[in-house]
């Protein structure tokens, strides 16, 4: 099947840095790539469209200067979480989406992110 | 309105019964798609199921199946004989439109199963 990893796993910084999280499908192509962001006991909320070689499309009220997005190539975006503050703190998922051949999306491990 | 609603915050059945997990939807697209993820406490996103809105028959995998009532627009998961390994967080998700890369989904609340002995 298709996997897709994420890094790191966790990371805990200080309040005010930046922190970059990696999303790569590692045996297929994805021309869009999704990333959400979960709190403790909620769903998933969708924050961003990634699309290789284009700016990301931002969900409403998610802040683009705060989460940069770049989908560098077919099978790596990143998010940068940019002045990170302690609200910012929750579980960040990535997905990718390999192609009509097939429905789903496949999702990453998840990374994390504590601001302490 | 929630595009998807899961009504069931919590669930708990007996090991080696069946358990179904509500999903209703919403959409006014003709063509789209349901889904059914599995979370477990790791936190990582198990794909279970899936069901097209042309699609004639119910999805089954496994020990999964959906029971797709497309007219009460609900996409109700089975799991059937169930294993101490089952309890998780159950997500239902939908796109709208064809399959395609821009095509995003909408997760529901999710409920969150627990299989006792």
């Known amino acids: 099947g298709a996997v897709v990893s994420q890094h790191p796993s966790w990371v805990i910084c200080k309040s005010g840095t930046s922190v970059k999280i990696e999303c790569r499908s590692l045996?297929?192509?994805?021309?869009?790539m999704f990333w959400y962001r979960q709190f403790p006991k909620q769903s998933l909320m969708l924050m961003a469209t990634s699309n290789e070689g284009s700016k990301a499309t931002y969900e409403q009220g998610v802040e683009k200067d705060k989460f940069l997005i770049n989908h560098a190539s077919l099978t790596l975006s990143t998010l940068t979480v940019t002045s990170a503050h302690p609200e910012d703190s929750s579980f960040y998922i990535c997905?990718?989406?390999?192609?009509?051949?097939?429905?789903?999306?496949?999702f990453g491990p998840g990374t994390r992110l504590t601001v302490l | 309105a929630q595009k998807i609603t899961q009504t069931q915050p919590g669930m708990f059945v007996q090991e080696k019964e069946a358990v179904t997990l509500d999903c209703t939807y919403d959409t006014s697209d003709p063509s789209y798609g349901l889904f059914w993820y599995k979370q477990p406490s790791s936190g990582e996103m198990i794909f279970l199921i899936y069901q097209g809105s042309y699609d004639q028959q119910n999805a089954t995998e496994g020990r999964y199946s959906l029971n797709f009532q497309k007219a009460r627009k609900s996409a109700n998961l089975v799991i059937s004989a169930s294993q101490l390994g089952d309890s998780a967080m159950y997500f239902c998700?939908?796109?709208?439109?064809?399959?395609?890369?821009?095509?995003?989904?909408?997760f529901g609340t999710g409920t969150q199963l627990k299989v006792e002995l």
């Open positions: 045996d297929f192509q994805a021309t869009t």
């Open positions: 997905s990718a989406y390999p192609g009509t051949v097939h429905n789903e999306q496949f």
């Open positions: 998700a939908m796109r709208e439109g064809r399959p395609g890369g821009g095509n995003k989904l909408t």
